[in-house]
């Protein structure tokens, strides 16, 4: 059976997944159809007969979307971005013209584009996170060098200071003398921590000095918790739950920055007060297509929606200053990004925050052989 010609036009029409209309010349829908139509949930019958002025009222974009149709009215095409909803289109709109070539409204199509645009972004968000580890990589070093002298020199007026001090000194010598071993414990205390920032840039650098190989990630989830216990330890109960994984291909000290970060993020995010309610948990599983997925949440104060989207950006922080770089989980994203594997964290105000580490299996891994006391228990 032959199909009609104008049927075989709607048909094509409706399963675009584009928006092909027409205006008339007071600029009012005089068709709409397309797929992209149903994903915003509208039909054609609600489109036309509406000004485009009405439509698109309220739109950040709708100024620019007139002028294009008032263009078209004039005899000029015009390409441009619009917004519908939250979805992102490419629009073409050009004069639509009668047999006599008359100019009677206007035509446009629109392509969806919106996940090319979330693809785009991550593309450049990916590309700026590279070129910031290169910068970093190239500061810390030149950081390095000079902080080597001050840590010996302080070290050293330090060591020759305690040799100097008499037996048996006066009370205003005594004064002196402790003024001098405050301050110098505190340039110490200030350098160390400039040391331990380079220390974290440098870490976007490493490369071949790391040494990688099938890990078992409660293992360095467990030198982690370690290494913090005693500042989860004020604030609130740890929870394990770490069940088997697949062993995962990756460095235990790179891996164990990650998991570290995480943890004193989680401690940071509660307030003193209630360790009794306040919770920590880390949780190992294995996700359907046989990934290792970590996560560590807390009963905080949670991540405010408005700059969920820039934690992950360097040198961006809601901590106080002086509390944070900015650079904590910057890292963290590098070094799961470079490891094949992926970071995500879902949170909300006064609920708290779960980041989430997904990293793939390492080559013929199954389950990891050793056992540790994998109960779940607060510590």
């Known amino acids: 059976m032959e199909i009609d010609a104008d049927l075989r036009l709607s048909f094509v029409t409706e399963q675009l997944p584009a928006i092909l209309w027409t205006t008339d010349r007071e600029l009012r829908f005089s068709s709409a159809v397309g797929a992209g139509l149903a994903a915003m949930g509208i039909a054609s ?44 289109f490419q629009c073409r709109i050009d004069p639509l013209r009668d047999g006599r070539g008359e100019i009677t409204g206007t035509i446009g199509v629109a392509l969806d584009i919106t996940e090319r645009k ?17 910068l970093a990589a190239g500061v810390a070093h030149e950081i390095n060098n000079p902080l080597t002298y001050v840590m010996a020199n302080i070290g050293f007026v330090a060591d020759r200071l305690t040799k100097l001090v008499p037996r048996d000194p006066s009370p205003s010598v005594a004064t002196q003398l402790q003024e001098l071993a405050t301050a110098l ?21 490493r490369g071949d000095e790391e040494r990688y190989g099938p890990i078992d990630v409660r293992g360095v989830i467990e030198s982690s918790i370690s290494m913090v216990s005693n500042q989860i330890r004020m604030k609130a109960q740890l929870v394990r739950t770490l069940a088997d994984v697949p062993l995962v291909e990756a460095s235990e000290s790179r891996l164990g920055q990650v998991f570290l970060n995480l943890l004193v993020n989680a401690t940071q995010a509660i307030d003193h007060g209630d360790v009794a309610g306040n919770k920590i948990a880390v949780c190992t599983s294995t996700d359907p297509v046989g990934r290792a997925v970590i996560t560590v949440s807390d009963t905080g104060a949670g991540i405010p929606p408005e700059v969920m989207g820039r934690i992950f950006d360097p040198f961006f922080t809601t901590k106080p200053l002086g509390v944070g770089t900015g650079l904590g989980l910057f890292i963290c994203h590098g070094i799961v990004k470079a490891l094949g594997g992926e970071i995500a964290a879902e949170s909300a105000p006064g609920r708290g925050t779960t980041f989430r580490v997904t990293l793939p299996p390492a080559r013929g891994a199954s389950k990891a052989g050793f056992h540790l006391n994998l109960n779940p228990g607060r510590g």
């Open 185 to 205: 414990a505190e340039a110490q205390e200030g350098a160390s921590r400039v040391r331990q920032i380079v220390r974290d840039l440098k870490i976007l650098a």
């Open 45 to 88: 019958e609600q489109v036309v007969g509406v000004r485009l002025e009405d439509f698109f009222a309220g739109d950040s974009m709708a100024a620019r979307n007139l002028a294009a149709h008032r263009a078209a009215l004039e005899g000029q095409g015009t390409s441009t971005d619009a917004r519908f909803g939250n979805r992102v």
């Open 118 to 134: 979330k693809m785009e972004a991550k593309l450049i968000q990916a590309e700026r996170l590279a070129s910031m580890g290169t």
